[in-house]
């Protein structure tokens, strides 16, 4: 089984991508769970939204506690809400930020860390910076759990507040090429 958090904002779509992306993994033959979580329910108010995907049918619907990937699509989130709450040891984070791997700040238990600069990616595309679609190109470029074809047909089944097919097909395609993958190396204490 494989647990990824999404952590954004009120309007950005997080529950939006989840549930896009719980398609394309369907669509490949996994079976997933999706489940949203809403505190405030008010644009730029912090949302998260947990998936499961596995080979073999799962009964849990709880909330993620333990996530092999957190997916951050607004990159002044972590300053507000402990995304690597509970993240798995040799877990990955796909970032929405313009600093390189390196540069982000993460805990000893990340072992990816996966960076888009999604803001730009979106105001390019959309002309606004709804990253969400961006960020779905990121995590299959990052994780190798979903091919960008299978997202692609998952886009076609959405309907979109924020521009249309051609343009979040655009976005997707751009996340997934600009995504800058980095595997942490820890050096033990001599």
């Known amino acids: 089984m494989f647990e990824v958090r999404l952590h954004g904002r009120g309007g950005q779509g997080t529950v939006l991508a989840a549930g896009i992306l719980a398609k394309a993994l369907v669509a490949e033959g996994k079976h997933v769970v999706a489940v949203p979580q809403f505190g405030f329910e008010r644009r730029g108010a ?11 049918p799962m009964r849990a619907m709880t909330n993620i506690y333990a996530p092999d990937c957190v997916v951050c699509i607004d990159s002044s989130l972590p300053r ?8 798995r ?12 791997p390196q540069d982000i ?9 996966a960076v888009c600069d999604a803001v730009t990616i979106a105001r ?6 709804i990253t969400n679609t961006v960020m779905l190109g990121a995590f299959a ?5 979903v091919s960008l074809e299978a997202l692609e047909r998952a886009l076609e089944e959405t309907s ?7 343009q979040n097909q655009r976005a997707l395609a751009l996340g997934h090429a600009c995504t800058v ?3 942490v190396e820890r050096r033990e204490a001599a």
């Open 105 to 113: 700040a993460v805990p000893a238990s990340v072992g990816t860390v």
């Open 124 to 129: 390019e595309v959309f002309g606004r910076p």
């Open 46 to 56: 912090p949302v998260a939204a947990y998936l499961r995907a596995s080979d073999t």
């Open 181 to 183: 993958v980095h595997r």
């Open 160 to 166: 979109f507040r924020d521009g249309g097919l051609v």
């Open 141 to 145: 470029r990052a994780t190798g759990l």
């Open 89 to 100: 040891a040799g877990g990955t984070l796909v970032q929405a930020s313009r600093l390189a």
């Open 80 to 87: 507000v809400v402990d995304i690597f709450a509970g993240l």
